[in-house]
């Protein structure tokens, strides 16, 4: 049965003789998706455009700092093994995104899709798994010196107490990577604030100002972050923009979510680093993953514009 074109803009033509035939259901419908699309471009508009990005941004932003003071959440510092302070502050991140990007973008917007950008996403965050793995091992590595005598010292560090799994809180310290340094914290980066950047200032720009969003948000808050320094600094910011990357590539975080939790499972309570492992040490490992990703990123960085993913 033929009907007018809903796509067509302009007002809901009078019944005729060929729209006689609508049922009045029929009819109803048709109306109500025109007034819904006419609404949606009233709503999204390169106009207000920068009022959605700073809502999508900001909103949460301001919802997660009221509830640190709130809560008297200490941003600084890291405690010994768990670490709930920054909890209260993730949870509300996590929560307010949740909201405003269902009013805004909905759950595919967000970047919460399944098929094939799900399983995209794992591959390419996996790279950056392995290089995580291979560069957190490098302080074990042997070293070789000279002494006096100029005989060769070969010091190799056992690992007994750098890969020893611990069973005490390790399902609590799995869930909390997994549900507030992972998901809650790239719901809002990658998430709503992806997309809210994307129609700004475009998909690129999104993953880079969305993974700096991510690293500075990691450095502040990430168990990750054992010293305060540049180079811990320009290592979240690393892995923000990568996963930035991965974000805008696939069109989906719960790879990269799921991946992340793992990354850091393994790298970081698996292979704890023990009390006496210099600084050093640690700039080591962040030294090696910063070129590992780098490397990552500029293969997997898009060429045209068909690679984006919003």
Same mark, same amino acid.
């Given at each position: ?17 060929m ?9 109803h ?48 510092g ?59 091992l ?14 060769a ?28 340094e ?19 200032r475009?998909? #690129?720009?999104?993953? /880079? %100002?969305? $993974?700096?969003?991510?690293?500075? =948000? &990691?450095? *502040? !808050? ?6 305060q ?7 979240? #910011?690393?892995?923000? /923009? %990568?996963? $930035?990357?991965i974000?805008?590539? =696939? &069109?989906? *975080? !719960? ?56």
């Amino acid at each position: 049965m033929p009907i007018y074109d809903t796509n067509r803009p302009g007002p809901v033509p009078a019944l005729s003789g060929m729209t006689k035939r609508l049922t009045v259901l029929q009819f109803h419908h048709v109306c109500f998706i025109r007034r819904r699309r006419d609404h949606r471009r009233y709503d999204f508009t390169p106009e207000n455009a920068p009022a959605r990005a700073a809502i999508a941004v900001l909103v949460p932003l301001g919802v997660a700092l009221l509830v640190g003071v709130l809560t008297s959440t200490v941003l600084y510092g890291r405690a010994d093994a768990f670490r709930p302070s920054a909890v209260p502050i993730l949870a509300a991140l996590g929560i307010a995104s949740w909201f405003v990007g269902l009013r805004l973008y909905g759950l595919r917007g967000m970047g919460l899709r399944g098929g094939r950008p799900l399983f995209a996403g794992i591959g390419f965050a996996v790279l950056a798994w392995v290089a995580l793995l291979v560069a957190r091992l490098l302080p074990s590595l042997p070293t070789v010196s000279f002494n006096p005598d100029g005989q060769a010292v070969v010091q190799m560090s056992l690992l007994v107490e750098v890969a020893r799994i611990q069973s005490a809180g390790a399902g609590r310290e799995f869930l909390y990577l997994l549900l507030f340094e992972a998901f809650a914290t790239q719901l809002w980066t990658f998430g709503v604030g992806f997309h809210g950047l994307a129609d700004w200032r475009g998909p #690129l720009s999104a993953a /880079v %100002l969305g $993974g700096l969003l991510f690293g500075a =948000t &990691g450095y *502040i !808050l990430f168990q990750e972050s054992f010293v305060q320094d540049w180079i811990s600094l320009i290592y979240f #910011l690393v892995w923000g /923009v %990568l996963y $930035g990357i991965i974000r805008l590539r =696939t &069109g989906s *975080i !719960l790879g990269i979510v799921l991946v992340q939790a793992l990354a850091s499972f393994t790298a970081w309570f698996v292979f704890q680093p023990p009390v006496d492992l210099p600084v050093a040490g640690l700039h080591t490992v962040y030294f090696a993953v910063i070129v590992l990703y780098a490397i990552i990123i500029w293969r997997l960085w898009p060429k045209v514009e068909s690679d984006y993913r919003v």
